[in-house]
């Protein structure tokens, strides 16, 4: 142990702080990464406990690290450099809902699905909300800028956070934001702690605007003949300004490697899934027929579904991409499923280059994603025991996501910078405004205890 947690026992309750190997040891990764080496865990079980131990942190210098369901893929939640990691997923409650002003409040660690369910009980949807919203918490999706497959509709997590608590590195609670839909009063704290990945406060509650359930849907899925003619397609309908909710790609590979995962069998061709809301079945039915015509015209062959449990059968294979990669084959694992997002009049483009810098470096890449906003994630596949294999994997990662900037996109549309991307920051952001983004920093956390290894580059880091 590098420091005297014994403070912690003056804090809090036996229950809710630990220094056992056991415990610390469940921390020290998450869903993409390793490198975790906490010197205590605490579990949080109100505002007033994080605020408390956020400030003897700060007084001591010891550094804090907000875990929740450890579902992120950059390694954001990691204590790499010891102190105490703070676990947020206590922090639990779910509601009230309040359906006349389409809201709902939860505790930071309340599971997404939760949310789900409770909106559901009033014919409410919470439509941003990632893939992994069955595990991950609320306060991690907005401390990621979270977003999901409805995004192309919807807009990301940020965008329907109303207000939020969260507290500063000195242990200083703050609320932000009010319940109102729009405000131009003071600077916006709400979103500058929103993809803030836990560097500027521990966000502890939420309020999340919600979505009327839409009277009628529509969902279906086309193949294609090549990669090329899906990834085509996908931004043909974008321009064409056909509403869709979803609109996601998925690779003749990942497609295969997901048939294994599931026992099923999924077609082996370059997929666009796609799903329409509309307010009426009659409306619904008309968008539909702009996209497949839309599709068809782009060379697809278009399967739409007649009935939920249809739906359901299309969708299941898809949600199941990322877990199957990471389950395929133990001697050809992810480097990490990266999520490079491009303009989309670019996303074919950066999907023929991520085909052709897997090819060029003997490297199966996998590549799936929400396509509508030109979003495609991948996973450069190498043998984790061959160290010159990880080293190349590593250059192709980089080529890809130099291909997304030289595009003018950006290293991570979703997953966050965490501590994988840091080394991308000055190239896409520019010295200066990282400058800007460290002054922010410095200014909300002098002493940089809070999660100071995440999200901007370090000294030492090397530049991509
Ligand atoms: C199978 C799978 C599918 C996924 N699909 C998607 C997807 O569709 N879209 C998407 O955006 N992501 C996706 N992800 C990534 C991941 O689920 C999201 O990044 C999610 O928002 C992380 O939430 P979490 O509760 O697991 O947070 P963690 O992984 O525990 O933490 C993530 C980051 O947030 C910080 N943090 C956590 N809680 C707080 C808090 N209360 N206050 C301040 N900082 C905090 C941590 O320090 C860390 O930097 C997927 C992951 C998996 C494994």
């Given amino acids: 142990m590098t420091h005297d947690l014994d403070f912690l026992a003056d804090l809090l309750p036996p229950a809710q702080w630990s220094v056992a190997c056991a415990d610390r040891d469940e921390y020290t990764e998450d869903w993409g990464r390793s490198g ?10 109100s505002t007033d406990d994080v605020s408390r131990v956020l400030a003897a942190c700060d007084d001591r210098d010891i550094l804090v690290t907000p875990y929740a369901a450890g579902s992120g893929i950059e390694g954001g939640a990691l204590a790499t450099e010891g102190g105490v990691t703070l676990d947020t997923s206590r922090l639990d409650t779910v509601g009230p809902v309040r359906p006349d002003d389409l809201q709902i409040d939860a505790g930071a660690g309340a599971v997404g699905s939760d949310l789900e369910a409770a909106a559901a009980d009033h014919g409410l949807i919470c439509p941003p909300f990632p893939q992994s919203a069955v595990f991950s918490t609320i306060g991690g999706m907005v401390a990621t800028s979270a977003s999901g497959t409805r995004t192309v509709k919807y807009g990301e997590v940020g965008d329907w956070v109303l207000d939020l608590e969260a507290v500063l590195a000195d242990g200083t609670v703050v609320e932000t934001g009010s319940r109102a839909r729009k405000s131009s009063s003071g600077y916006d704290l709400t979103s500058l702690l929103v993809g803030s990945e836990g560097t500027l406060g521990i966000v502890t509650r939420v309020t999340l605007a919600l979505a009327p359930e839409p009277p009628a849907r529509r ?47 999924v077609a082996p061709d370059p997929s666009v899934f796609v799903e329409i809301h509309a307010g009426s079945k009659m409306s619904a039915d008309a968008e539909a027929q702009r996209c497949v015509t839309a599709l068809e015209d782009a060379g697809g062959r278009v399967e739409l579904a007649n009935d939920p449990d249809e739906m359901e059968r299309i969708w299941a294979a898809r ?3 990322a877990d199957a990669i990471k389950a395929w084959d133990e001697s050809r694992t992810p480097l990490t499923v990266g999520d490079v997002t491009v303009p989309i009049g670019s996303f074919p483009e950066m999907v023929r280059s991520i085909q052709s810098i897997g090819a060029d470096h003997g490297f199966d890449v996998p590549a799936f994603g929400h396509a509508g906003d030109g979003n495609v994630h991948y996973a450069v596949l190498v043998d984790p025991d061959d160290p010159d294999e990880v080293a190349r ?49 410095q200014a909300l956390d002098p002493n940089g205890t809070l999660n100071p290894r995440s999200g901007l580059p370090v000294p030492g880091d090397a530049e991509r």
Avoid: C, N
């Fill in 36 to 45: 975790g080496d906490p010197d205590a865990v605490v579990w949080a079980e």
């Fill in 219 to 265: 969902a279906g899925k086309a193949t294609f003949e090549t990669l090329d003619d899906a990834a085509a397609a996908v931004s043909q309908v974008v321009r064409a300004g056909i509403d869709v909710a979803t609109l996601e790609l998925v690779d003749p590979l990942t497609a295969r490697i997901v048939s294994a995962y599931v026992d099923t069998d």
């Fill in 319 to 321: 949600r199941q991409a």
């Fill in 393 to 441: 994997g590593k250059e192709a990662s980089d080529r890809i996501v130099e291909r997304a900037l030289e595009l003018k996109g950006t290293s991570t549309g979703e997953h966050g910078v965490g501590l994988g991307k840091r080394g991308y920051m000055k190239r896409e952001h520019g010295a200066a405004t990282v400058r800007a983004m460290q002054a922010v920093k």
